[in-house]
């Protein structure tokens, strides 16, 4: 009898899933349920929502049938998609329904990394993660604590912590991915908002991007677009990528880009094939540059790059005779060498010799609403999004463990925003310049994006807290103190998303769905309840998200509705606006640099550098016997985030070595093969590909396999985990280095 | 007049990205690791530094005299009233004669209905609606046009019209309505 | 069996088979008696159950020791055994699918609905086994027979081997005494 009331009370009690409704019961028991199913009316609706199965956001019109995400299209309101979404997109319910999500909060009960946890309330988990970061706080100081995410709408809250306990420690990915670009446009326009219109380009030199395998799915579709109405593409990569196949492929040298680059520049000048007038209207410094490229010659680039000098000259003359509808890539993931980031100044600087700057076909400075604001003409289409107003965060007493800011450091460029993340795990485990002893992590899995995973497996040993919030034990999850469920974002509203162009367009990511399992939350609400736990209220002034975007709209005028209808909002009657398309002469008074101007010779560059203008820096090449590990993306995987979505996973779960066939041929390596991948440190075993698209001093790999989190069953152990043969290596700016491993190869 | 529906497929355009696989795997309910439609390589061939690659998009070609539906012996795979090649699932008894018969190995046994089962241009849940395919509307490169080709205003009649198209395995005089655009791939 | 034995059996597996709690670790003993009493097993599976009590004494040593062996069992990453009957009856193998959705409409036929605070998916083992429990306590036998039939012992003979095969301890002994009841008899 004792039993029975037990149990009874425990599971009828406030402890069961069950609640008798009342009118029911008896008087349908009788109903034959599957009868009931198929009478019931099919509820169907069309959420437009914003995707984030990478970093993109791109609009998305979700279809939703009795409360359940049947179908994912790309958002038809939106001309840049037109019901286009990616592979990765369209598998959004994959993810959603993944019976391996992470569900409850977890705190650690068995020793770091042995993945034994406790499932916890969030009450319990704030408390812990609150405890836990004053004793810190106290401890060492405020700056202790280092935040790193990848990137998103989730930092205003999410860096709200930081900034509140004064840490100036706050990191993005961006180092490990674009920083040198933006540091490159930072430095070269006074700011890194500058797009390209790829859609109406004539002539396409790209130098380390993919496209069609690193989907952006407008930039993607605006390329392809421009293909067939008969562009022509020349591509510069050491592999032969699915871009390449789409165009000219020029195997370029590992490390050598910029020498191309400069030889360009060489044959514009040494022909007058340059645009003059533009150089000498908008720009400074032109003379420092072309007395920098005077002797790089497109003999020398030749045999810097293995690209013959035919071939440069012709380029180049393509180039100039398209411009200024031509254009050069200025490249996404820019981590080849230390100083990269010259390398994409000089890109944009032979860009500016195209004049191809507030042209269609060429780059153009976002127009967003501030921007349009300056200009009288367009002033009324600019609808400012109002600001959210937190008081004043505490101003930390020590500055950044990486040296970001410091003048007269090449570290003054690096944004403040982004910071060197691969700086972390060196500073946990030298303590230097002072110690970091908690790290929040956000949706970002630094085991294996920050180089090393070995080092920054030992790093997270020695910490007092790591906490991860994520939707996957990820491989920085399963080796964390506490895990927090963060739901899809097909289960989360967020704030507005500005994703201007050539008109301002304004985005709105809308929940779609009920959250899946009922204790995963959005990242909103996690950093406020933390907040609030730590006395950190203050900082979080909005009621929740919704209040949220209505401070944000208020001053537009915009309504709500037009999100709930359409998705997006732009403003009626705009035309793509290109300052200079009427006139080649207009002014660009939205320059945001100090001198008004373009600047080719940048002062900061040389304050921070000693090189104002790009100089040419022979990188090492691989000896006899070993290959330059490159990298890339697949149009199937987003970085290390999508490996373990079960249709994903199922269209490529695995990656392999790709040796070119004679470079295998001596040594005896056959496609299949499994081999043995050593960068000296560190070993990984991989199988191979043997192709006849790649350099023979080259071996290429698809990032983010190899998982090592046990919990991610699909991924854990599959593939090549590329980032434990690169090194922790950190450029000039603070850029993480990820194309100068040397591996040697052999059967296993 | 009756409606011919066709697909063009332009290989140059196509990324081999697979947002058609996936697409057509939610619209369609395609069980784990079944497919109607993928998109594998062809290549890379040649010799470094002159290499190609093409992706080529594999499904139902949709044919007019088509081999799966002489072969059902229980009518199961028929025509219907647009022409289309379907499956009668009700019908069906699982005897995988279509498989065997079908020269482009379009068909499979559904894991959760046990009966054959292959692309159907999304007849029911989009086609009956106005919309196109859903490989059609998702795909990233445009290389996807769809259409009715006995409507020499549609976009796949006019293509066909001034570009040399082919249908795969012609040889079997299977009369497919899916064509392909070989152009600058090969 | 008795009325009240059935509840109590279906409550005391419905007890285990949900999240670790600290009232049932607390009184783990007592529903290893009532397994004991009730179910004919072999004595190692209980022997086995008890020597766990033993190594892990009532408290928070016991509920950590539960929780490491249902987290990687039935709830994030490596899901040995997925608890939800949509990832085995649906074979796409994720959750919310149809057989969660008709399992609802049946807990809705009986008058009964998940509780909005709580809120479980309605094709957990554990909450299938509590709805069975509280039409075992109002004897409403003919839909005890109905949903056992057609959603619970079909999830069972799924689910059941996994939970075995994982050797973990309390769960592959209740998987084994939960199979030689509700699918050895009969």
């Known amino acids: 009898m004792q039993r029975r009331q037990f149990l009874k009370g425990a599971l009828y009690g406030t402890g069961g899933t069950l609640v008798a409704l009342s009118g029911l019961g008896a008087a349908t028991a009788a109903l034959n349920p599957r009868r009931a199913a198929a009478a019931a009316p099919v509820s169907r609706k069309t959420v437009y929502s914003s995707c984030e199965m990478c970093r993109n956001q791109c609009p998305i019109a979700v279809k939703v049938e009795n409360g359940k995400v049947v179908k994912i299209d790309g958002n038809p309101n939106d001309s840049a998609f037109g019901g286009v979404i990616c592979a990765r997109g ?77 840490s100036p420690n706050l990191f993005s990915h961006e180092a490990t991915c674009p920083m040198a670009r933006i540091i490159g446009l930072n430095t070269t326009f006074g700011t890194a908002a500058i797009n390209a219109d790829y859609a109406n380009t004539k002539y396409l030199l790209v130098v380390g991007r993919n496209f069609f395998e690193g989907i952006h799915v407008a930039q993607t579709r605006a390329v392809a677009k421009a293909l067939s109405q008969g562009t022509k593409m020349v591509v510069l990569d050491p592999r032969f990528s699915v871009l390449a196949a ?133 002033a009324a289409y600019a609808k400012k999004l109002g600001p959210v107003k937190v008081p004043p965060f505490p101003k930390p ?39 970091i002893k908690a790290w929040l992590v956000h949706r970002f899995n630094p085991v294996m994006s920050i180089g090393d995973t070995e080092k920054t497996l030992a790093a997270i040993k020695k910490l007092d807290l790591l906490v991860t ?43 779609a769905v009920d959250p899946v399992y009922a204790d995963t939350k959005p990242a909103w609400q996690i950093y406020k309840e933390l907040g609030e736990k730590m006395g950190y209220g203050q900082y979080f002034p909005y009621k929740d998200i919704d209040d949220y975007v209505e401070r944000q709209l208020a001053p537009t005028g915009i309504s709500r509705k037009v999100f709930a209808e359409k998705g997006l909002w732009t403003p009626a009657g705009m035309k793509p606006f290109y300052v200079r398309s009427g006139d080649a002469k207009a002014p660009l008074t939205l320059l945001a640099t100090k001198s008004k101007k373009i600047e080719i010779f940048s002062d900061a560059v040389q304050e921070a550098t000693g090189a104002g203008v790009p100089v040419y820096v022979p990188y090492p090449q691989p000896g006899e016997g070993e290959f330059r590990l490159i990298e890339g993306k697949v149009a199937v995987h987003t970085n290390v985030g999508t490996h373990n979505v079960p249709v994903l996973h199922e269209l490529m779960s695995e990656n392999t070595l790709w040796i070119n066939a004679q470079s295998a041929a001596k040594l005896g390596i056959k496609t299949g093969d499994t081999l043995i991948i050593s960068a000296g440190k560190y070993e990984h075993k991989g199988t191979a590909n043997v192709t006849e698209g790649i350099r023979p001093d080259t071996v290429f790999c698809y990032h983010g396999f190899g998982q090592i989190s046990p919990q991610l069953t699909r991924a854990f152990g599959k593939g090549i985990n590329d980032n434990k043969l690169i090194p922790d290596q950190l450029g000039s700016v603070g850029n993480s280095i990820t194309s100068m491993t040397f591996v040697k190869v052999r059967k296993a | 007049m009756a409606k011919h529906y066709a697909m063009v497929i332009q290989l140059k355009k196509c990324l081999g990205c697979q947002a058609c696989t996936v697409a057509c795997k939610f619209e369609n309910k395609v069980p784990d690791g079944q497919y109607r439609t993928k998109s594998p390589a062809i290549g890379p061939s040649g010799t470094y530094p002159n290499v190609k690659v093409f992706f080529e998009k594999q499904a139902c070609q949709m044919c007019q005299d088509a081999p799966c539906v002489k072969v059902c012996p229980t009518t199961a795979s028929h025509y219907n009233k647009d022409g289309l090649v379907l499956i009668d699932s009700h019908k069906c008894v699982g005897c995988k004669y279509c498989m065997t018969a079908c020269p482009y190995d379009a068909r499979f046994i559904n894991k959760n209905t046990g009966t054959a089962d292959k692309c159907t241009f999304c007849y029911d849940t989009r086609l009956t609606k106005g919309e196109k395919p859903a490989c059609v509307t998702t795909c990233v490169g445009g290389a996807l046009l769809f259409g009715d080709a006995n409507d ?35 | 069996m008795e009325q009240e034995t059935a509840e109590e059996l279906y409550l005391s597996f419905a007890g285990i088979f949900q999240r670790p709690r600290p009232d049932i670790a607390r009184h783990l003993e007592e529903l290893i008696d009532l397994w004991a ?107 005890v027979g109905s949903f056992r039939k057609s959603h619970l012992r079909p999830f069972l003979r799924a689910i059941l081997p996994k939970i075995r095969a994982s050797e973990r301890p309390v769960y592959s002994q209740a998987a084994e005494l939960l199979a030689s009841w509700q699918l050895g008899q009969c």
């Not at chain 1, 293995?306 to 890539?329: C, M, N, W, Y």
């Not at chain 1, 939707?471 to 289960?491: F, G, Q």
Request: with cysteine; hydrophobic share 35%.
């Open chain 3, 37 to 143: 009493q009730e179910i004919s097993s072999s004595e190692k599976v209980f022997s086995e159950l008890r020597e766990f009590c033993r190594a892990f004494p009532a408290g928070e040593v016991r509920e950590n020791a539960l929780w490491k062996e249902y987290i990687p069992l039935f709830e994030t990453g490596r899901v040995e055994a997925p608890p939800y009957a949509s990832v085995y009856l649906d074979r796409d193998g994720l959750v919310l699918g149809c057989e969660a959705e008709e399992v609802r409409k049946f807990y809705l036929s009986l008058g009964y609905g998940l509780r909005s605070d709580q809120r479980e998916l309605p094709d957990h083992l554990g909450v299938e086994l509590e709805f069975l429990a509280r039409l075992a306590g109002r004897g409403s036998w003919d839909a």
């Open chain 1, 90 to 166: 369209n598998s959004g319910p994959s993810l959603l329904y993944d019976p391996e999500r992470i569900k409850k909060p977890m705190i650690r009960t068995g020793e770091r990394g042995s993945g034994k946890f406790k499932e916890v309330s969030w009450d319990e988990a704030y408390t812990y993660i609150a405890q836990k970061l004053k004793a810190v706080q106290e401890q060492y100081g405020g700056e202790a604590v280092a935040q790193t995410s990848h990137i998103g709408p989730y930092d205003v809250f999410f860096q709200t912590i930081g900034k509140a306990i004064g």
């Open chain 1, 246 to 378: 789409k165009g000219e492929w020029l195997p370029v040298k590992g490390a050598t880009d910029l020498a191309f680059i400069m030889a360009l520049a060489n044959v514009l000048i040494d022909e007058k094939l340059y645009d003059e007038e533009f150089i000498k209207q908008y720009t400074v410094g032109f003379d420092k540059w072309a007395a920098q490229v005077q002797d790089k010659t497109p003999a020398w680039a030749a045999e810097e790059t293995g690209i013959s000098q035919d071939t440069i000259i012709r380029v180049a003359r393509e180039l100039a005779q398209a411009k200024p509808h031509s254009l050069i890539e200025y490249g996404w993931r820019t981590t080849f060498t230390a100083d990269d980031f010259q390398l994409r100044r000089a890109i944009m600087i032979v860009n500016m010799m195209l004049g191809n700057f507030e042209v269609p076909g060429g780059y153009y400075q976002v127009k967003d609403a501030g921007t349009l604001k300056k200009v009288p003409a367009m």
């Open chain 1, 397 to 435: 007493k020590k500055g950044r463990i990486d040296g970001t800011g410091e003048k007269g450091t090449p570290r003054q460029l690096t944004p403040i925003a982004d910071g060197a993340v691969g700086q972390i795990t060196e500073t946990i485990l030298t303590g230097k310049p002072y110690p």
């Open chain 1, 469 to 511: 919030c994520d939707v996957y034990m990820s491989d920085t999850a399963y080796n964390s103190d506490v895990v927090l469920p963060e739901c899809t974002y097909l289960e989360r509203t967020e704030q507005v998303f500005d994703m201007s162009g050539l008109t301002p367009k304004y985005v709105l990511r809308q929940q």
């Open chain 2, 152 to 186: 020499p205003q549609s976009e796949v009649a006019r293509y066909m019209a001034t570009h040399r198209t082919e249908v795969r395995k012609a040889q079997f005089g299977t009369r497919p309505s899916v064509h392909y655009d070989y152009e600058g791939v090969k």
